[in-house]
Nanobody, 121 residues
């Protein structure tokens, strides 16, 4: 069992930046960020595994996912935020090998409790 704890959420004005962090209690092979806005389904934002990254089209060129293996920590640098980025952001992880990063929710067994990001116009 791996526990994930997110941090770094908050309120910011449009055009601002935030960096989310997710600390895992143990090593996992693949990790990703998902988000869920009120009234919407949870969607994949960014994933990392096997030396590759994958982004949702809506965040490309604005968000950057990275991880520090020594600290078992995943990051999401979010720039040029818009009100459409307002959501609860979740960290996800799993041990299973994949050839490239994935944003498939079924690929992740472990989930954090989430951190809220609110972007005002």
């Amino acid at each position: 069992q791996v526990h994930l704890v997110e941090s770094g959420g908050g309120s910011v004005q449009a055009g601002g930046s935030l960096r989310l962090s997710c600390t895992a209690s143990g090593y996992t092979y693949k990790m990703a960020w998902f988000r869920q806005a009120p009234g919407k389904e949870r969607e994949g934002v960014a994933g990392i595994a096997s030396g590759s990254t994958r982004y949702a089209d809506s965040v490309k060129e604005r968000f950057t996912i990275s991880r520090d293996h020594a600290k078992n920590t995943l990051y999401l640098q979010m720039n040029s935020l818009t009100p459409e980025d307002t959501a609860m952001y979740y960290c996800a992880a799993d041990h299973g090998w994949v050839p490239v990063a994935t944003l498939s929710q079924s690929s992740f067994r472990y989930w954090g409790q989430g951190t809220q990001v609110t972007v005002s116009s």
